[in-house]
């Protein structure tokens, strides 16, 4: 069989719903460069098969900056490292409150709230509820969160907040996360992602690619993702900070970062596939390509530590590849 009738094969099993095995996800991944066209572009047909031509636009803000008492050595805002970063805490609700509105405005559809701790403390669980009831009465906006790791408690109090959807990503593979992380374990993210997905919120859950992991390491991982069966896959893209362990490592090929999205789109055709941090300096098109080979969303405006593109810029990029923002 032709390496051309493969891809159309599993596309054609993605479409009649039963979907590809792990064999299948493996000889899709590693195509010959003359093919990764046709790979992008049947994962392009699924992703608007399943999910039409809109994209999910989302905006963060990073409540509490830096100080993060875990080790996860590409983030700058982890205390074992001296990035030089500015570092805050929590802010009022009113200030929270005036960026979402914002948000809503420039055509956010949902307003992620993330904080740098290994999990809230009582107090600062009760100061960020109070925050999301705010943003519930006086913006209505989707909220969504990414607070570290949570009790059953928690989780269940942010489903009566009407959170919709909760954020912890695994960061990378199993096999490659004790030497990104030694101050926890993979199984302690697993945890909180079931403790969540038990609480009924939806998941968001990925990684961050180019931590110098091996191709087969990013199958490992988008076979894990697929298994978790996640609403929305959040895939960053290393921008490497400066005062931590990653500060020089080397850019992934734009080639191996079409090819994972691509992949990730045949094995979870109905999620949301974001392109988060990295896709305005790791792109050169700033994700138009990867919005047409398996990614339907993307967060604008700015990231945890850096700056992005303004909303407006983005949304202008979505319309003038025939899709809608």
């Known amino acids: 069989m032709g390496v051309l009738q493969f891809i159309k094969d599993c596309q054609e099993k993605v479409f009649s719903g039963n979907g590809i095995s792990s064999e299948d996800a493996k000889k899709l991944l590693n195509v010959p460069d003359g093919h990764l066209t046709d790979l992008a572009r049947c994962a ?24 993060c008492s875990e080790d996860c050595s590409f983030c700058g805002q982890s205390a074992f490292f001296d990035t030089g970063i500015e570092t805050y805490q929590l802010p009022t609700p009113e200030e929270v409150i005036s960026r979402a509105q914002k948000a809503k405005e420039e055509g956010a559809e949902s307003y992620c709230l993330v904080a740098a701790w290994r999990g809230p403390s009582p107090k600062d ?19 969504e969160c990414s607070l570290g790791f949570l009790t059953m408690q928690q989780a269940r109090k942010l489903k009566e907040l009407k959170v919709k959807r909760y954020n912890h990503n695994l960061e990378t593979a199993k096999s490659k996360f004790s030497e990104i992380c030694t101050t926890h374990t993979y199984e302690d993210r697993l945890e909180t992602l079931g ?3 038990d609480a009924g919120l939806e998941l968001c859950t990925g990684g961050i690619i180019g931590l110098g992991e091996t191709r087969e390491q990013r199958l490992e991982l988008a ?20 005062g931590t362990p990653l500060e020089l490592q080397t850019d992934l090929p734009k080639e191996e970062i079409i090819r994972i999205f691509s992949l990730i789109r ?35 405006a700015g990231y945890l530590t850096m700056g992005g593109n303004e909303a407006k810029k983005d949304r202008e990029m979505i319309e003038k590849i025939g899709l809608k923002a």
């Open 266 to 300: 045949f094995l979870l055709p109905e999620s949301v596939i974001k392109i988060s941090g990295g896709r305005e300096t790791q792109m050169d098109d700033s994700g138009e390509e990867l919005l047409q080979s398996g990614a339907n969303g993307i967060i604008t």
């Open 223 to 242: 076979l894990e993702l697929a298994r978790l069966c996640p609403e929305e896959v959040t895939i960053n893209i290393l921008v490497p900070v400066p």
């Open 125 to 143: 669980f009760d100061k960020v509820c109070n925050i999301i009831k705010e943003i519930n009465d006086k913006v209505g906006i989707s909220v």
């Open 44 to 67: 392009n047909e699924i992703t608007r098969d399943f999910n039409g031509d809109k994209v999910d636009v989302e905006q963060l803000n990073n409540i509490k900056k830096n100080a």
């Open 195 to 197: 403790i969540a997905r």
